[in-house]
Nanobody
Framework: QVQLVESGGGLVQAGGSLRLSCTAS????????MGWFRQAPGKEREFVAA????????YYADSVKGRVTISRDNANGTVYLQMNSLKPEDTAVYYC???????????????WGQGSQVTVSS
């Protein structure tokens, strides 16, 4: 079983940047596609970005494309989410997750981190 711990969230003004990190314990990190999802109050959890096992392919939600970059460091068991040009509507709890199936479907991910709050003020 892989355990995930997120860090890097916080409060930022609109137009600012944040980088989220998600560190995995366990030796099987590299077999999983890693994804980031977010959930705002009163809304369903939504896909943000994903990266395949080797890092060779990345996927982004239309709402963040061009502003967000996902990357991974398999040697250190960490996946990152660099977020730029942040908007108030990006405010949410951000979760990292690992899975082996459909990258945009939350139900297809096998394990999740505890979440990290990102708040963007206007």
């Amino acid at each position: 079983q892989v355990q995930l711990v997120e860090s890097g969230g916080g409060l930022v003004q609109a137009g600012g940047s944040l980088r989220l990190s998600c560190t995995a314990s366990g030796r099987t990190f590299t077999v999983y596609t890693m994804g980031w999802f977010r959930q705002a109050p009163g809304k369903e959890r939504e896909f943000v970005a994903a990266i395949t096992r080797s890092g060779g392919s990345t996927y982004y939600a239309d709402s963040v494309k061009g502003r967000v970059t996902i990357s991974r460091d398999n040697a250190n068991g960490t996946v990152y989410l660099q977020m730029n040009s942040l908007k108030p509507e990006d405010t949410a709890v951000y979760y990292c997750a690992g899975g082996r199936r459909r990258v945009e479907v939350a139900a297809d991910y096998d394990f999740w981190g505890q979440g990290s709050q990102v708040t963007v003020s206007s």
